[in-house]
C-alpha cells in the first residue's frame, strides 16, 4: 500500500511551535489537493488546512496560527504551527489527492504524528 509520513511531533508547552513534515512517495502523481487533519479522542477527524488550485483554506481555529506549505520538489508538504493551544493536542494526518501512474485518483494518508501540548 502506498502511504505517507508524517513526522515532527511531540510535546510542547502552550504557547510554543511545532512544524510537522509529510513525506510524499514518488509514485503518487496528479497531485490535486494537499492537506492536514486531525483526530483528538472520542471526536471525528477534522480539517486543519487543504490547499488545491491555488487556494488554501484553514479550519476556524487556526485562527491565523499554522501555515501549509511543499518543498520544492514536491516531495515534503509541511504544517508550520505556532502559538499552540491545548486543544491543539491530537493525531495529525497527511492527507494527499493524487493518484499512481496505473491507479485513479484517489485520497492518500499517513500514520498520523501526535501532537501534545501542555498548559
Known amino acids: 500500500q502506498v502511504q505517507l509520513a508524517e513526522s515532527g511531533g511531540g510535546l510542547v508547552q502552550a504557547g510554543g511551535s511545532l512544524r510537522l513534515s509529510c513525506a510524499v512517495p514518488g509514485i503518487i502523481g496528479r497531485i490535486t489537493a494537499m492537506g492536514w487533519y486531525r483526530q483528538a479522542p472520542g471526536t471525528q477527524r477534522e480539517l486543519v488546512a487543504v490547499?488545491?488550485?491555488?487556494?488554501?483554506k484553514y479550519g476556524d481555529f487556526v485562527q491565523g496560527r499554522f501555515t501549509i506549505s511543499r518543498d520544492n520538489a514536491g516531495s515534503t508538504v509541511y504544517l508550520q504551527m505556532n502559538n499552540l493551544k491545548f486543544e491543539d493536542t491530537a493525531v495529525y494526518y497527511c492527507?494527499?489527492?493524487?493518484?499512481?501512474?496505473?491507479?485513479?485518483?484517489?485520497?492518500?494518508w499517513g500514520q498520523g504524528t501526535q501532537v501534545t501540548v501542555s498548559s
Open positions: 490547499s488545491s488550485g491555488g487556494s488554501t
Open positions: 492527507n494527499i489527492a493524487g493518484a499512481t501512474l496505473t491507479g485513479r485518483p484517489r485520497d492518500y
